[in-house]
């Protein structure tokens, strides 16, 4: 990495060409070479397109050599990451102009990646995705290769990060594994295991996720952190629903409940939720609509934004028991609830198959195609399969076969990007 990339950066931040840039300094292919790494710029020309670009001439000197107080401050950045947001805000506020301008290069790179970890660790999941791209995808690989190995720890972890919420799991995983061989803390061991275990669910590896979530509770279990442990046990249990190993998922579940002395926090929502989804499967939908009410109440008191998958089980439970007066008065809440591409497509088809409980069909039909078509384009395999296979026995059934050939086909199409999940899901 050199001080073009910098410069790079800066000069498109401010919407100039190379030719604006240098104009009344240098030539424009003499900036060139300089933005290029080919060319080592004067103090003068420095000091010049510093003005320019309106930042401090020190952003541009010593970029290979760290300050030690700023490392000090660095260092308690990353502490402070796992207090509140208002510690930490109060924290960046005191010291702004300490992190404005960062002259080495190592240190910014290190402030950006705990930035991505504080937004992530705040939920601000958006910034963070555009923090990364603005500010960490711009290294130039070459620096990576040659980094220390703390920086290349956190860069794999955050990266891995990155790949997740931007749903390329199999890419995710290999970061996650990569900071895994690197790292010697067995807090951040502990994540990684957790996280793999994750992108491994979202592959549909279940068998693979299942290694790795209990490798997680093992380490949390020494640490006597309870609460990740119950994460750790509702992540369990929930593969093992996914298996279809109905007494092993409520063996898990009851131990995430048992642990658990805060009955109102988030944790205890998600083991409501898990029950519930239990119960929904047992088809015991009473007592799964119980459940989901707990953990729907809890998340109101916080007011979570992250209400989708709860309020989606109850209105799928409400639609099982025909309660459609309740079912007509929460479908509006859940609709306010939809934050992305692949939970609108999730609420299409939840609507398909109200107008097919109510005998609609024309407009079942419609919400079909919509669903199956959005999820077959964001690679929602899972939800692709059952639509699909839902559609395909609709049209059996009207004895429509060159249209339930198609939706067949479409369920195909689905097992066979669902390649773990075909080959059993089995544990390790």
């Given at each position: 990495?050199?001080?073009?990339?910098?410069?790079?950066?800066?000069?498109?931040?401010?919407g100039?060409?190379?030719?604006?840039?240098?104009?009344?300094?240098?030539?424009?292919?003499?900036?060139?070479?300089?933005?290029?790494?080919?060319?080592?710029?004067?103090?003068?020309?420095?000091?010049?397109?510093?003005?320019?670009?309106e930042?401090?001439?020190?952003?541009?000197?010593?970029?290979?050599?760290?300050?030690?107080d700023?490392?000090?401050?660095?260092?308690q950045?990353e502490?402070?990451?796992?207090?509140?947001?208002?510690?930490?805000q109060?924290?960046?506020?005191?010291?702004?102009?300490k992190?404005?301008?960062?002259?080495?290069i190592?240190?910014?790179?290190?402030?950006n990646?705990?930035?991505?970890?504080?937004?992530?660790?705040?939920?601000?999941?958006?910034l963070?995705?555009?923090?990364?791209?603005s500010?960490?995808?711009?290294?130039?690989?070459?620096?990576?290769?040659?980094?220390?190995?703390?920086?290349?720890?956190k860069?794999?972890?955050?990266?891995?990060?990155?790949q997740?919420?931007?749903?390329?799991?199999?890419?995710?995983?290999?970061?996650?594994?990569?900071?895994?061989?690197?790292?010697?803390?067995?807090?951040?061991?502990?994540?990684l295991?957790?996280?793999?275990?994750?992108?491994?669910?979202?592959?549909?590896?279940?068998?693979?996720?299942?290694?790795?979530?209990?490798?997680?509770?093992?380490?949390?279990?020494?640490?006597?952190?309870?609460?990740?442990?119950?994460?750790?046990?509702?992540l369990?249990?929930?593969?093992?629903?996914?298996?279809?190993k109905?007494e092993?998922?409520?063996?898990?579940?009851?131990?995430?409940?048992?642990?658990?002395?805060?009955?109102?926090?988030?944790?205890?929502?998600?083991?409501?939720?898990?029950?519930?989804?239990?119960?929904?499967?047992?088809?015991?939908?009473?007592?799964?609509?119980?459940?989901?009410?707990?953990?729907?109440?809890i998340?109101q008191?916080?007011?979570?934004?992250?209400?989708?998958?709860?309020m989606?089980?109850k209105?799928?439970?409400?639609?099982?028991?025909?309660?459609?007066?309740?079912?007509?008065?929460?479908?509006?809440k859940?609709?306010?609830?939809v934050?992305?591409?692949?939970?609108?497509d999730q609420?299409?088809?939840l609507?398909?198959?109200i107008?097919?409980?109510m005998g609609?069909?024309?407009?079942?039909?419609?919400?079909?195609?919509?669903?199956?078509?959005?999820?077959?384009?964001?690679k929602?395999?899972?939800?692709?399969?059952?639509?699909?296979?839902?559609?395909?026995?609709?049209?059996?059934?009207?004895?429509?076969?060159?249209?339930?050939?198609?939706?067949?086909?479409?369920?195909?199409?689905s097992?066979s990007?669902?390649?773990?999940?075909?080959?059993g899901?089995?544990?390790?």
């Open positions: 990495m050199h001080l073009g990339t910098r410069l790079k950066k800066l000069r498109e931040a401010k100039l060409s190379q030719k604006e840039i240098s104009h009344g300094i240098v030539s424009t292919s003499h900036y060139s070479n300089i933005e290029s790494g080919r060319f080592d710029p004067s103090n003068e020309v420095l000091q010049l397109l510093a003005n320019k670009l930042v401090p001439t020190s952003y541009f000197h010593k970029i290979y050599e760290d300050h030690p700023l490392q000090v401050l660095l260092i950045y502490k402070l990451l796992n207090t509140n947001e208002k510690e930490v109060q924290f960046l506020t005191k010291h702004v102009n992190f404005t301008y960062i002259s080495s190592k240190q910014e790179i290190l402030f990646l705990l930035k991505y970890l504080e937004l992530v660790r705040f939920a601000e999941i958006t963070a995705q555009t923090h990364y791209t500010e960490i995808k711009i290294i130039p690989p070459d620096y990576i290769d040659q980094a220390s190995n703390s920086i290349l720890e860069y794999t972890f955050v990266t891995g990060i990155y997740y919420f931007n749903r390329e799991y199999q890419k995710s995983i290999r970061y996650f594994l990569d900071s895994l061989h690197l790292t010697k803390d067995e807090v951040l061991s502990a994540k295991n957790y996280n793999i275990s994750l992108a491994f669910y979202h592959s549909y590896d279940y068998g693979t996720a299942l290694v790795y979530a209990k490798q997680a509770l093992t380490l949390y279990m020494h640490f006597h952190d309870w609460e990740k442990c119950g994460h750790c046990y509702n369990i249990a929930a593969l093992y629903m996914e298996q279809h109905m092993d998922a409520k063996h898990y579940i009851e131990k995430g409940s048992s642990i658990i002395t805060d009955k109102k926090s988030k944790l205890y929502a998600d083991v409501c939720h898990n029950q519930a989804y239990f119960f929904y499967l047992e088809k015991e939908y009473m007592q799964a609509l119980k459940e989901i009410n707990k953990s729907l109440e998340l008191q916080y007011q979570s934004k992250n209400a989708f998958n709860a989606k089980l209105v799928e439970i409400v639609l099982q028991l025909k309660d459609f007066k309740t079912l007509h008065t929460f479908l509006p859940l609709k306010e609830t934050s992305s591409e692949i939970e609108q609420l299409t088809y609507e398909a198959t107008y097919y409980f609609e069909y024309e407009e079942y039909e419609q919400k079909m195609r919509s669903c199956t078509a959005g999820f077959r384009m964001n929602d395999w899972k939800s692709l399969k059952t639509a699909a296979h839902h559609f395909s026995n609709y049209f059996a059934e009207q004895k429509k076969y060159k249209n339930a050939y198609t939706y067949q086909e479409l369920c195909i199409l097992y990007n669902m390649t773990f999940e075909l080959k899901g089995e544990e390790k």
